[in-house]
């Protein structure tokens, strides 16, 4: 039996509407990725799907619409993974599951090469539970919280799904449409490591669609630590107990250290930040606290340079402990826990890898310029484990992500899919038809 070439490796020229195939290296230099995709697109097969994107935005909208409405606050995934569920059964997938953390997965076989690439958007928001998700539109824009960030990439992913099935497209790879959980705050990536967990399911490459736009390549993973650091105390009256170490005073030396210390760290060296977000803590204005509490973030583009913080907050908070114990009058001894509550590690894929390269030609194709970066999203954990990762936005344009006045406006929408697609397809291989 003779096996045909599968499409990554092959270029077109269009004559006549008749496609001639000549052997291409697989995706060495820009200009060899570029023709790459081109050929790709010409396709006829892709090209149909393409096309359909336009056709069908009415209904990606209605899609992003109907899941921007069902609540997806953290932790609190599964309306919104039930629904996302049906959506993928009811377009045509092979199988179709939600895993032991609450990833939602269908999965659209190759083929037969073996390889999987993994497409994918986070159900989670940002937002608690009761906030008001309903859509409300104003002339040419879409208001509700979550909209963009990232309810547009599952809408996108969804999309691709669809023009791929009505258009017939096959592919050599395995391709798994995924919702994740616990991409955002104290998720802490929880669903996409979960992916790559050992013994999870093979995954050979992975594309996040996080927010929207159709520039951005993200193949640098920005590493994070997050801490809730606790201090607790005896606690008593501000008058009659006075002399008791305070857990806030406590605290409060912390913050002082350990801002004196990292501001001093994070002058020179990779970029790295530190915030303490977030404290609290008491009861009433005239009682010590028996306990108080604050969050902190600390980022580095480097994993030797966040060590290096990480090392400088917890001695700030050790001596500040061990100072308020010495100098308090009486009472028992503060203590403090320090819980690790956020771990994103670093990392990047070379901006000369196959994929990044696909994702940059892919741009450059729809005539847009891509914009190599950084970020911290579930291509994080990919990329830290050397994993052919990138994370680009799902067409159109947004606006005050993370807040209730989030918005959305469908300029361009289609054509930033049109991207995501390409990409697909370039990694994963359009089989030929014979």
């Known amino acids: 039996m003779t096996t045909l070439p599968t499409f990554r490796t092959l270029a077109a020229a269009v004559i006549a509407g008749t496609t001639i195939f000549a052997v291409l290296p697989s995706a060495t230099t820009g200009q060899d990725v570029d023709q790459e995709i081109r050929a790709l697109a010409q396709h006829p097969v892709v090209r149909r799907a393409v096309d359909l994107l336009e056709e069908t935005d009415a209904r990606t909208i209605s899609d992003l619409v109907e899941l921007t409405q069902i609540p997806a606050p953290p932790f609190m995934e599964d309306r919104r993974g039930a629904r996302f569920l049906e959506m993928l059964q009811e377009l045509g997938v092979d199988s179709a599951w939600v895993d032991e953390v609450g990833n939602v997965i269908g999965l659209r076989r190759g083929s037969g090469s073996g390889t999987v690439l993994a497409l994918t958007g986070h159900l989670d928001t940002v937002f608690p539970e009761g906030t008001d998700v309903s859509v409300q539109e104003r002339g040419d824009t879409l208001f509700a919280p979550g909209i ?205 890898a196959a994929l990044v390269r696909r994702a940059a030609a892919a741009t450059r194709h729809i005539g847009l310029e891509p914009r190599l970066g950084r970020g911290s999203t579930d291509s994080n954990i990919p990329i830290s484990k050397g994993i052919p990762a990138v994370t680009i936005g799902g067409g159109g344009v947004a606006g005050e992500a993370h807040s209730p006045g989030e918005w959305f406006i469908n300029r361009n929408g289609a054509r930033g899919i049109q991207r995501i697609l390409l990409i697909t397809l370039a990694q994963a291989g359009v089989t030929p038809v014979g």
């Open 148 to 352: 963009g960030d990232d309810t547009r990439g599952l809408a996108a992913v969804l999309a691709v799904l669809r023009v791929m099935n009505e258009a017939g497209v096959r592919t050599d790879s395995d391709i798994l449409f995924v919702g994740t959980v616990g991409e955002e705050g104290l998720g802490d990536l929880r669903g996409v490591k979960h992916l790559f967990r050992d013994g999870g399911p093979r995954i050979d490459a992975f594309i996040s669609i996080d927010g929207t736009g159709d520039t951005g390549v993200t193949h640098q993973g920005l590493g994070s630590h997050r801490y809730r650091v606790t201090v607790r105390g005896p606690g008593g009256h501000s008058w009659g107990a006075f002399g008791l170490a305070n857990p806030l005073h406590a605290l409060g030396r912390a913050i002082d250290y350990f801002d004196t210390s990292a501001d001093a760290v994070t002058r020179s060296g990779p970029r790295t930040s530190y915030n303490v977000g977030r404290i609290g803590g008491g009861t009433s204005v005239n009682s010590i606290p028996f306990e108080a509490w604050m969050e902190v973030d600390m980022r580095s583009e480097s994993p030797e340079s966040l060590t290096k913080i990480d090392e400088v907050f917890q001695r700030s908070v050790r001596r500040a402990i061990d100072e308020a114990n010495v100098s308090r009058r009486r009472g028992e001894e503060l203590t403090v826990d320090l819980e690790l509550i956020g771990d994103r590690p670093s990392g990047e894929i070379a901006a000369e």
